[in-house]
């Protein structure tokens, strides 16, 4: 794929107005910030190479490490209520799919896709402060796999077994 800022249509970039955000396949408006981070741990191993060098590197373990959503309140309290009936009762025990998409309305602009896999919120933070600032919510989202463009961290050989 050719490097984007090659040619650039209007002088557009992604921003945040370039963000669409879906719940399990609803669009949601209220979300303010989202923020993930996704690793595979490997191992350097060493054995008898008489020059030091290692011979590899384990295939490693993947995982998000890290993914918050912060969200108006209303807005989170709307999802916390829909989560609830899906956790019968416990909008922690509720999986879900959160998924957003960045795309800009100019032709042979490319969009970037990113899903996150079997999603539950996992811990709620809340802050209320005198000033001029809308009151929001910050769930911190336990996630088990994060796709951008289909692309993945993880090894998909290893996956399907090959």
């Not at 998409?101 to 802050?127: A, L, N, R, W, Y």
């Not at 929001?136 to 961290?153: H, K, M, P, Y």
Request: aromatic share 10%; glycine share 12%.
């Amino acid at each position: 794929m050719p490097d984007p800022n090659i040619i650039r249509i209007n002088h557009t970039i992604f921003s945040w107005t370039s963000c669409a955000f879906q719940i399990n396949g609803e669009p949601w408006k209220g979300i303010v910030e989202v923020n993930w981070e996704q690793k595979r741990e490997r191992k350097v191993v060493y054995a008898a190479n008489q020059d030091g060098t290692p011979l590899g590197k384990t295939s490693g373990k993947y995982s998000v490490t890290g993914f918050t959503l912060k969200m108006l309140r209303d807005s989170a309290e709307a999802l916390k209520l829909e989560l609830s009936a899906l956790g019968l009762g416990s909008y922690g025990d509720a999986e879900f799919v959160f998924s957003g998409q960045m795309i800009e309305p100019v032709v042979g602009s490319v969009p970037i896709t990113f899903i996150g896999e079997t999603c539950t919120i996992d811990g709620e933070k809340e802050g209320h402060a005198e000033g001029v600032d809308e009151l929001v919510t910050e769930f911190e989202i336990g996630c088990l796999a994060f796709t951008s463009n289909g692309l993945r961290l993880w090894s998909v050989t290893r996956e399907i077994g090959l």
